[in-house]
């Protein structure tokens, strides 16, 4: 039962223009959801979070959308820049505590 | 201050070998981690620790063990490895139940 879900496995994008990552997740008891970043042979790294009374947290060229009646987020990435080209996991977890669910990512290569 | 640092970076197992992934952390933090990663999947929770002698399972715990007798330290043991063992394993960090987790580069097994 794949509790948080990322439908597309991939994504290309231009350089400049906005890259929409999507996640959908299914726990209603989530409330508090993150966006990480990994590339190839290392190990992810933390991008961007947004807690459940929010629907939307910004960070520079990056900003999380929550849609909580859609149980829906997404992630914003403008303008995109080659360095973003990674593979994004969703993850999200229920409140007070420490275990994280994990989307399958969505690999995204930005075009020059 | 080197973050998570994991070792080896690659092995090829043997089916009914053994070996222990190593995981230490400089950063004091009380919660640690390991997840493993398959192929176009999530990071999937193995086992956790919320401190120096507390462990608990994660979500993927049969066939692994763990242990955790420093704050820095948190190896993960294989004691008879199946080809189903074959993943990138990741540990993880953070200083407390809720915070951001930070992860090592990771180890790649395999298992023959």
């Known amino acids: 039962d794949q509790q948080v879900k990322q439908n597309s496995p991939s994504l290309s994008v231009q350089e400049g223009r906005i890259s929409i990552l999507n996640c959908d997740y299914t726990n209603s008891m989530f409330d508090y959801f993150l966006w990480y970043k990994k590339y190839p042979a290392e190990g992810p790294t933390f991008l961007i979070s947004?807690?459940?009374?929010?629907d939307k947290n910004e960070d520079g060229r990056f900003t999380v959308f929550l849609n909580k009646s859609a149980k829906h987020l997404s992630l914003h990435i403008v303008p995109s820049q080659p360095g973003d080209s990674a593979v994004y996991f969703c993850a999200a977890r229920p409140p007070g505590n420490e275990k994280l669910t994990f989307g399958t990512g969505t690999r995204l290569t930005i075009i020059p | 201050n080197a973050g998570v640092t994991q070792t080896p970076k690659f092995r090829i197992l043997k089916i009914g070998q053994s070996m222990t992934l190593q995981c230490t952390q400089d950063?004091?933090?009380?919660?640690m981690y390991w997840y493993r990663q398959d192929p176009g999947m999530g990071l999937k929770l193995i086992y956790y620790?919320?401190?120096?002698?507390?462990?608990d399972k994660g979500e993927v715990p049969n066939g692994y063990n763990v242990s955790r007798s420093t704050t820095e330290d948190f190896p993960l043991r294989l004691e008879l490895a199946a080809p189903s063992q074959t993943s990138v394993y990741f540990c993880?960090?953070?200083?407390?139940?809720?915070?951001?987790?930070?992860f090592g580069p990771g180890t790649r097994l395999l298992v023959l």
């Open positions: 993880a960090s953070s200083y407390g139940r809720e915070e951001t987790q930070y």
């Open positions: 950063m004091n933090h009380n919660y």
């Open positions: 620790s919320v401190g120096a002698g507390i462990t």
């Open positions: 947004i807690s459940s009374i929010k």
